[in-house]
């Protein structure tokens, strides 16, 4: 009994440490449980939105609306200066002249956009044929106006790591959007419900953002505010495009190569691993942005930084990416209906790369941090670079699963490119990071044997019971592999206090 208590006694001690307090740990603690509530209290909505539209809505209404969020993508990358960022990283970012000027600069970039996004409109639906996107582009995108007029004072609820109120307007506007799209779908059964609903969601950040941080801009700018804010931005030129190749380009094409409905079905799938990935990718740049914004004078502890949280994430990923490769036809079969289950090909490489996605997106925090965009920019260019010369034979040759395949090899590229620049900013070694890898790939390698086992003994015959089992094998992985990591961090821990 003694022994119980002074273990419940040492977490609850480490428990506070890691959550109360002022230093930068506690906070970015606090921060990632906030967001990562939200978040997936919102990715649970999403899911079950999922779920449920797969069965009311044909796939061509997801196909349709695979395109317009890819047309719109294109038209917003050419004009993304990274304002938001450059405001958490700046010392003044808190003024309310900086936050004016950022906020006004970001208002007009959302006008241009979607007056672009309008005018082009009618020529993206005839190009794919499709004569009912040029309605959805032109309602869908009324979300660009929307997230422009979000409340600049919001912003500093990221700058501040006190991320509570800023989860409550991302996530609890996403759910809401989540919502009024379902809702819509009973009512309307076709691809406007998806249109409106996605508009919506910033419809309600923006509302969420005047109540929690009320107060308007003022109509006087701070022109040396502007010209910082444009020297940070000259940096992010063309990164957002160069992304855009890397993130959409397997849509462009597959949307010109197959129908609505293959495309529909393409992008549901990767979606089930893209969706959660891209609200875990935000909550870290979210908390680490800040986080290496504290530590970027100090090396050794920007390092830290890095390996520690990478090693968390190579610990949930890899078995996890093992687990849908094994499972993945039963995985779709149960999320979105039988016939999604011909795009398991797909979801198993999506998988890996956005493993590998989210592992890069911490070192472009980690870049922009510092203030050097830069760098990344060098290693997005090679990826789409890649991907130019790549998707079009792989999505014709290889079909669906070619617009992963292709994906893949670009982010693997990129991910190195990246480790090797940061090296300039942290010293960081590509052979010194790798050892974070080893033991999560013999998990995950265990994890796969063990699967493989099971199968061969015809235990898995239903989608339900696959799944379970695939599950229960990760499961296993985790608990044998989180300890571990524990002890490592512990012992790191004692070493840099002495």
Not at 147 to 161: E, F, T, W
Not at 216 to 244: C, E, H, Q
Not at 256 to 262: F, T
Request: proline fraction near 4%.
């Amino acid at each position: 009994m003694m022994g119980f208590m002074s273990i419940c006694n040492r977490v609850k001690v480490a428990a506070n440490g890691a959550l109360l307090g002022d230093t930068l740990r506690a906070k970015a603690t606090r921060g990632g449980a906030w967001l990562g509530s939200g978040s997936f209290a919102e990715q649970v909505s999403r899911f079950a939105r999922n779920m449920l539209l797969t069965r009311l809505l044909a796939p061509g209404a997801f196909g349709a609306m695979a395109i317009v969020l890819s047309s719109s993508s294109l038209v917003a990358s050419f004009s993304d200066v990274g304002l938001w960022p450059a405001v958490i990283r700046n010392p003044r970012g808190g003024d309310d002249s900086y936050l004016n000027a950022a906020w006004w600069m970001g208002l007009g970039r959302a006008i241009g956009i979607y007056s672009l996004i309008f005018t082009a409109a009618p020529w993206i639906a005839r190009f794919y044929g499709i004569p009912d996107l040029s309605m959805l582009l032109r309602v869908a995108l009324l979300s660009i106006l929307l997230d422009g007029l979000i409340s600049p004072r919001s912003k500093l609820a990221q700058k501040d790591m006190k991320f509570g109120r800023w989860a409550f307007i991302s996530n609890g506007g996403g759910i809401c959007g989540v919502i009024l799209t379902i809702a819509l779908s009973f009512i309307l059964r076709d691809v406007r419900a998806l249109a409106i609903g996605y508009c919506s969601e910033n419809a309600f950040r923006c509302i969420f953002s005047y109540i929690l941080f009320p107060g308007f801009p003022s109509l006087r700018l701070d022109t040396d505010a502007i010209r910082d804010l444009l020297k940070f931005s000259r940096g992010m030129v063309g990164l957002s495009f160069l992304n855009l190749i890397f993130a959409r380009a397997d849509i462009f094409v597959l949307g010109k190569l197959y129908s609505p409905a293959a495309l529909g079905i393409y992008t549901m799938a990767v979606y089930l691993v893209q969706t959660p990935s891209g609200f875990l990718i935000n909550i870290l740049g979210t908390t680490l942005l800040p986080a290496f914004s504290h530590v970027r004078e100090d090396r050794k502890r920007g390092n830290r930084i890095l390996s520690e949280v990478s090693s968390w994430l190579i610990l949930l990923g890899l078995p996890a990416v093992v687990m849908i490769w094994q499972c993945g036809p039963s995985l779709l079969t149960i999320t979105y209906g039988a016939r999604y289950a011909a795009a398991s090909g797909a979801l198993a490489v999506a998988a890996g790369v956005t493993l590998l996605n989210t592992l890069n997106s911490l070192v472009t925090s980690l870049f922009y941090a510092a203030g050097r965009p830069a760098l990344h920019r060098r290693a997005v260019a090679a990826s789409a670079a890649i991907m130019i010369i790549a998707i079009y034979p792989a999505c014709k040759y290889l079909g669906m699963v070619g617009g992963q395949a292709a994906a893949l090899i670009a982010i693997i590229v990129s991910y190195l490119l990246q480790l090797d620049r940061a090296r300039e900013i942290t010293g960081l070694t590509i052979t010194k990071y790798g050892k974070v890898i080893l033991p999560a790939a013999m998990v995950s390698i265990g994890s796969l044997v063990a699967i493989l086992a099971v199968r061969s003994l015809g235990l898995a015959i239903k989608p339900a019971e696959d799944v379970a089992i695939c599950v229960a094998v990760c499961a296993i992985a985790y608990a044998f592999y989180v300890p571990m990591l524990m002890r490592l961090e512990k012992s790191h821990d004692v070493k840099a206090s002495v």
